[in-house]
């Protein structure tokens, strides 16, 4: 059965060996001990380590060296003497650091498994959500599908150029999973990018990037729109109340207290990037999965962080703390018939009201609570594999979903999951995840 998500009350900051506790005693890894990711060498020389350190060194794949599509980090590269003040490119410490960029590689290699070989119970939440999906953008008209496709269609999104019946064709392959439709690991991203979309839409926190273009006007008709549909599908529809709930939990601003302060956007040329701080290519080469199916490189605002934020974490940073995974999985639950008051907050809400050991056991049926941590899998894996966020980024948003409350486990209300979870128990933690859900990998040991 795949490891429960579970944590202890009021633990303090981990080193990167810490174990999670569940009602039975450790997390531990499904794999043999001492296994981890496989880091290839350019001409195949098996993996090295530093002396001691455990973790992996040597010669990497350049991206750039295998005839594919290159792709940059910024040039915001500073010297060890900048101030703890500036704002750098978080990609880069996993150029300084073996640590850092072990944890990149082994969230990367479990999230693009995850998106390109699912276990069953994701590939049916996954299915059934698109079905539905399929069914509620096939009633819109013209104008509210390209409202709705903004940022997939535009030039951030995974089907850049093209038209609304490239996402309905995309969503008719992922229906139709178990039917012939064959779908790929970009059509399963493609799925969830639109959920977080619809979520995004909704919650209308004003930070969602590649959406210029998109008025007011036509977002609120498309919400009236989406709203009148899913009522008459049966589906209860997202309101006001529910989106403030879910954003009081699991929003940016809940799970990133000082993410305003500590994050900019700079002016850049928004470079083709794969997976958490570039390192897709090369988890894709380390799974065999690199060619013509692996996932599309896209383009986003590089987001760069206080030097202090990063150097305090061993846990890659990408974009600071997120509200993704609550706008995902709240879209998620909506499209898998959860009532209203539950979508996102359920366990957690139940969980308040009457603290239990283990809440996703002791409120769900085994149904249930497989389908919910599979649907918690997918989000984390889509956000981590496409590299917008690393895995102690979404950790905490991930946690509520499942009635866990990492925030009250924090020193201070100002802190974020980076105090608890910085020092490669995030990795440990999602990794656990993702491999929980997706189809076995080998992972030979180091």
Do not use: C
């Not at 981590?384 to 924090?410: F, K, P, W």
Request: aromatic content about 4%; hydrophobic content about 35%; proline content about 7%.
């Amino acid at each position: 059965m795949p490891p429960t998500l579970t944590m202890k009350p009021k633990m303090p900051a981990m080193d990167p060996s810490a174990k999670l506790m569940d009602d039975a005693g450790p997390i531990t890894s499904t794999k043999s001990s001492g296994s981890s990711v496989a880091v290839a060498g350019a001409g195949g020389d098996p993996p090295k380590r530093p002396n001691g350190s455990g973790l992996p060194n040597g010669h990497y794949l350049d991206v750039d060296q295998t005839g594919r599509l290159p792709v940059k980090h910024l040039n915001l590269k500073m010297a060890s003497t900048t101030p703890p003040s500036r704002f750098i490119d978080p990609a880069t410490k996993s150029e300084r650091s073996d640590a850092t960029r072990y944890l990149a590689l082994r969230q990367n290699s479990a999230a693009r498994n995850l998106l390109y070989n699912p276990g069953p119970t994701v590939r049916e939440e996954l299915s059934l959500a698109a079905g539905r999906l399929h069914t509620i953008m096939g009633q819109l008209d013209a104008q509210d599908q390209r409202t709705l496709g903004t940022r997939l269609l535009g030039a951030e999104g995974m089907l850049a150029g093209q038209g609304p019946d490239a996402i309905l064709a995309t969503l008719d392959r992922v229906a139709r999973e178990f039917d012939g439709g064959n779908p790929t690991a970009n059509d399963r991203a493609i799925v969830l990018a639109l959920m977080g979309d619809i979520g995004a839409l909704y919650a209308d926190t004003g930070a969602t990037t590649g959406v210029q273009g998109r008025t007011e006007l036509a977002a609120a008709r498309l919400r009236d729109n989406l709203g009148n549909i899913a009522e008459a599908s049966g589906l209860q529809a997202v309101r006001r109340e529910d989106i403030q709930r879910v954003q009081r939990l699991g929003g940016s601003g809940a799970v990133g207290p000082t993410k305003k302060q500590e994050r900019q956007r700079p002016e850049n040329d928004k470079p083709p990037r794969s997976g958490i701080h570039n390192l897709g290519f090369q988890a894709d080469v380390d799974l065999g999965t690199d060619g013509p199916t692996e996932l599309t490189p896209t383009r986003w605002d590089v987001a760069t962080i206080r030097k202090d934020r990063v150097d305090e974490s061993a846990e890659p940073l990408v974009g600071h703390m997120s509200g993704s995974p609550a706008e995902i999985l709240q879209v998620f639950d909506f499209l898998r018939g959860v009532g209203r008051d539950g979508q996102y907050t359920q366990v957690m809400d139940q969980q308040r009201a009457l603290p239990m050991l283990n809440p996703m056991r002791a409120q769900l049926t085994p149904a249930a609570n497989e389908a919910r941590h599979a649907r918690a899998a997918a989000a984390g894996a889509f956000l981590v594999g496409m590299g917008y966020h690393s895995a102690v980024e979404v950790a905490e948003g991930i946690l509520a979903y499942t009635g866990q409350d990492a925030r009250g486990s924090l020193s201070s209300p100002r802190r974020d999951a980076v105090e608890l979870l910085g020092q490669g128990a995030a990795t440990d933690l999602l990794t656990d995840m993702f491999d929980g859900y997706a189809m076995p990998r080998d992972e030979p040991e180091m």
